[in-house]
């Protein structure tokens, strides 16, 4: 039997007062933290007599660690970074500054180079960056102004008074598999808050309840997926340069799918490679992590990784509805920050600079609430006002049609962008409609059995050992860790679904979407399909592709217990 993670019932409750929490220590989490501190700063210095105090201003970060969960290609694009801290270049922990890119197009064994890098692929001026070795160093900045962060420490739901978030409750921690609390036993906290701040990542757990309870996505597009799946590798010298990056379209996706690679030239002969699979893709069968394994065998990358070795995997959900699909980003007690609201360029392949620049903007309304003491609707209005005055909106609307153009397949979706980038991204029309991904996926009685010319793509990756992997060998590498006596944090609404239906259907694809084998099918005579769902939910690398894609929305993603999941240490 699965014993689900779920708050225990009658338990009291430890009770602590807070103006400001910050729930997610990101990029845009910290930068929102940090920004708030320096404007603190500023009005105290000028007005020693009434000085705002940092005192009650909390981050609450699940991982054990600052950075410990975060997972990037990783490009910076240094914008708000030099609103946020002129002259950052100097001390941050930067790899590389871009100084060539390239773009191929990819058949089985061929490859055909663009002649011109298209615009929103031109890098030079941006950064190669450590994405976890960069937050902890951000990090550090906000502790030293005084804010403190709690890691190991995951909002479990938010805290409601009528129409306003008052709150949020964090996880209990000391429970064990059965959902009975065991000798070091924790209650979690009810902090409660003035206003709650959402900087979560993709596909957060409190956005998503906050979304619910709302109806936050009234008249906006359903926000639709991609999931990236990423390799650092150690390679012969000489191989790329550092700050060199190229971007791959085409094989081994099939005209039906959307996605793409990156290869980024680290120091060290050291090399970042990923491909982003659309969360969109017909065949349950397909396979992300498999994808990335084919891309592998092309010969132009099988040249580039020869003699190397892996040295890290990782996996991550990136919002790609674009302006269309973005909530409102405030209301009574709470705003939504970064890949949260899904403040990110799927042309450009960024996010990290748009969720800066929203932590800053979100920061100088806090500020002014907590002077006016005012954390009404009306009041925290003035984030989204602020949002759609800056360079995010004039950003994100120049592609607000983009990854809806590719609807009708590749070709298509290239046509659409050429027309969208003469027209201001606009297109055909002003705003392209769009369905959420896991409803593209068909059912089993609609596909080829064989696969058809995406078989290659389907199922689990069999691996060699040097080149390809299998799930369990990547997840190795991803330094993956929770505690086992736990309920699992991944709930399954109903089971009978995945037992009698889903595997008739669909055929399970929650074996194929899962990039780290939480989720198999077990033997079961008992069963109507002789199969029974099983979980192993101490694989989890908190992608949350399952939340995602799971095609009758059943699935659950909540935080573990602790501070557990991905050591994405160096990535």
Request: aromatic share 8%; charged share 20%.
């Amino acid at each position: 039997m699965i014993v689900f993670r779920k708050p225990l019932p009658n338990i009291e409750r430890p009770q602590m007062p807070a103006d400001v929490v910050i729930v997610g220590g990101g990029p845009s989490g910290m930068a929102c933290a940090l920004r708030l501190s320096q404007l603190i700063d500023e009005h105290n210095a000028k007005n020693p007599d009434s000085p705002i105090s940092k005192e009650n201003i909390y981050v609450l970060e699940k991982a054990r660690e600052i950075g410990q969960h975060c997972l990037s290609g990783a490009l910076l694009d240094p914008r708000s970074m030099r609103e946020l801290l002129p002259g950052f270049e100097k001390e941050a922990p930067l790899d590389a500054q871009v100084t060539k890119e390239a773009v191929y197009y990819l058949t089985e064994t061929g490859k055909l180079k663009f002649p011109v890098t298209p615009p929103p692929l031109r890098d030079h001026g941006n950064y190669v960056i450590s994405l976890n070795r960069f937050v902890k160093w951000l990090g550090s900045k906000v502790e030293e102004t005084g804010v403190t962060v709690f890691t190991g420490f995951a909002g479990s739901e938010l805290l409601f008074e009528g129409d306003r978030v008052s709150g949020v409750r964090t996880d209990d921690k000391g429970v064990d598999k059965q959902n009975q609390p065991k000798s070091n036993f924790e209650p979690g906290y009810d902090l409660q808050a003035k206003v709650v701040i959402l900087a979560e990542g993709s596909r957060g757990s409190l956005t998503k309840q906050l979304i619910e309870r709302f109806g936050l996505r009234r008249d906006r597009n359903p926000q639709t997926f991609g999931q990236g799946v990423k390799e650092l590798w150690e390679v012969p010298a000489g191989r790329i340069a550092a700050g060199e990056v190229i971007y791959t379209l085409g094989w081994p996706l099939t005209t039906k799918e959307y996605g793409g690679a990156w290869i980024y030239g680290c120091p060290n002969n050291v090399v970042s490679l990923g491909f982003v699979t659309g969360l969109d893709y017909p065949d349950p069968r397909l396979d992300p992590q498999r994808v990335l394994q084919e891309f592998k065998k092309h010969p132009f990358i099988a040249s580039l990784l020869q003699g190397g070795k892996l040295i890290r995997y990782g996996a991550k959900s990136l919002p790609y509805g674009g302006w269309w699909a973005v909530p409102p980003l405030s209301g009574n007690g709470w705003m939504i920050l970064g890949d949260s609201a899904g403040l990110v360029n799927s042309q450009r392949l960024k996010g990290i600079h748009l969720g800066i620049k929203s932590g800053m903007l979100a920061a100088e309304t806090v500020f002014e609430a907590m002077k006016s003491n005012d954390f009404s609707a009306a009041s925290l209005a003035k984030y989204q006002q602020r949002v759609e005055a800056s360079w995010i909106k004039a950003e994100l609307w120049k592609v607000r049609n983009f990854h809806q153009g590719f609807e009708h397949g590749f070709w298509s979706g290239m046509f659409h962008t050429a027309l969208q980038q003469v027209t201001g991204g606009r297109g055909v029309r002003n705003h392209y409609p769009s369905i959420a991904g896991y409803q593209r996926m068909k059912k089993l009685a609609a596909l080829p059995t064989d696969g058809g010319p995406e078989a290659n793509l389907l199922g689990p990756a069999k691996g060699d050992g040097k080149l390809t992997f299998d799930k369990l060998s990547d997840l190795y590498h991803s330094g993956t860790r929770h505690e086992e006596d736990q309920p699992a944090h991944l709930i399954i609404h109903d089971t009978d679904v995945c037992n009698q239906r889903c595997i008739r259907e669909f055929g399970s694809p929650c074996q194929n979407f899962c990039p780290a084998n939480v989720y198999e099918m077990l033997d079961d005579p008992d069963q109507p399909n002789g199969k029974r769902i099983s979980l192993n939910p101490s694989n989890c690398v908190h992608c949350k592709a399952c939340d995602i894609q799971d095609p009758y929305q059943i699935i659950t993603w909540v935080p573990p217990e602790g501070g557990g999941g991905p050591n994405y240490d160096g990535m």
